[in-house]
């Protein structure tokens, strides 16, 4: 439905830093700002997970395992959002998906809407 397009993936030793980017370049800025738009991960095997979300209001939500090191933010000028994550530990090793909805799904649930192709964030020394 909505292009987004992700940078920042890579490679990262373990405490390491790493910044995500997402931006919905062709939606215009007064409908990009009523999008919730999230971070979720997925490693080989495993389901999508939360990261992080957060509102047009910039109240933000994280899964457990990220607390106190990922931080999510927005910038509705730029239509993007960014994730900086700090204190890299290889289980954060997963490809990453930006995502653009409305409606937040239930707990544990993932959104439905729009999705970036993923981009690959591995940690290791």
């Known amino acids: 439905q909505v292009q987004l397009e992700e940078s920042g993936g890579g490679l990262a030793q373990p405490g390491g830093s790493l910044r995500l980017s997402c931006r919905a370049p062709?939606?215009?800025?007064?409908?990009?700002?009523?999008?919730?738009m999230g971070w979720y991960r997925q490693a080989p095997g495993n389901q999508r997970e939360l990261v992080a979300t957060i509102r047009w209001n910039r109240e933000t939500a994280y899964g457990e395992s990220v607390k106190g090191r990922f931080t999510i933010s927005r910038d509705n000028s730029r239509k993007a959002v960014s994730l900086q994550m700090n204190s890299l530990k290889p289980e954060d090793t997963a490809v990453y998906y930006c995502t653009l909805y409305h409606e937040p799904p239930p707990p544990g649930g993932v959104p439905q809407g729009s999705w970036g192709q993923g981009t690959q964030v591995t940690v290791s020394s």
């Open positions: 062709r939606l215009i800025t007064s409908v990009f700002n009523t999008y919730i």
